[in-house]
């Protein structure tokens, strides 16, 4: 539904299969942004999305942080993605050549962060950069604070939400923390997912979205239950509400 940004609504409701099957449109380029707390479920609908995206013309990079991802394990036995340890992969030199819809990027830890972290900023940045120069592609950042700080990779992500979308290079990104991750998380996604967090100061950055009055976001999130998002399209703007099944 389209709204004027100083008008209270009430959203149309869509549970998510349908929402996904029948009113879910994607043109290469554009950024997507997932916001919610530990076990709001963004992860497995960003998966879900994914899945209905991604296609060996436009595929996608997915780069995971984390040494132990239970999500990410199950979601590819369905998606069958090549997991690799670096990128560009050793053994495929040629990666972008393959029929591929997708490529995990999994570096192995040592479980020393000292160790790990400089090889997961060089290793993700590679990769970052490659999907930048290649275009059309999808680069997967599960979560936008730890990558963007802890691994020191904010000017590379804002490289791709800045100059991106002339690629067709689309950065979808989520964080367990919106209140600290940079502006352009908000500010450059034409989609965005929002979950219930009751941190005051994360919704005070909704004014950051722009196009659609802050106050409106912040009423609809605060009485979203859990598993539900807000989703935000931010050429209209259209809102809707997405629910389990």
């Known amino acids: 539904m389209r709204v004027r940004p100083t008008t209270v609504v009430r959203l149309a409701s869509f549970p998510r299969s349908e929402f996904i099957a029948e009113r879910w449109t994607y043109s290469p380029g554009e950024h997507v942004s997932f916001l919610g707390p530990t076990g709001s ?5 960003e998966f879900e999305l994914l899945k209905k995206t991604a296609h060996s013309k436009l595929r996608a990079l997915l780069l995971v942080m984390k040494p132990k991802d239970e999500t990410v394990l199950d979601w590819n036995k369905i998606l069958k993605w090549p997991v690799v ?11 972008w ?9 999994w570096p192995r830890h040592s479980f020393d962060p000292d160790k790990d972290d400089p090889k997961l900023r060089a290793i993700f940045r590679r990769a970052i950069l490659d999907a930048y120069k290649q275009g059309n592609t999808i680069t997967v950042i599960d979560e936008a604070f730890g990558t963007a700080k802890e691994l020191k990779l904010a000017n590379e992500l804002i490289t791709i939400w800045s100059r991106g979308r002339s690629m067709g290079d689309g950065l979808w990104a989520g964080t367990q923390k919106p209140s600290h991750v940079p502006l352009w998380f908000y500010s450059q996604a034409q989609h965005l ?4 967090d009751p941190d005051e100061r994360s919704r005070e950055r909704f004014g950051e979205i722009g196009g659609i009055d802050p106050k409106i976001v912040e ?6 239950d859990k598993y539900e998002f807000l989703y935000i399209r931010r050429d209209g703007p259209v809102l809707c509400k997405i629910t389990p099944d």
Do not use: C, M, Q
Request: glycine share 8%.
């Open 97 to 105: 050549y393959y029929d591929k819809a997708g490529w995990i990027i």
């Open 41 to 45: 479920g963004k992860t497995t609908l």
């Open 85 to 95: 340890r670096d990128w560009p992969p050793h053994e495929l030199k040629k990666a």
């Open 219 to 224: 009423e609809i999130v605060v009485g979203l």
């Open 193 to 196: 997912f929002l979950a219930n």
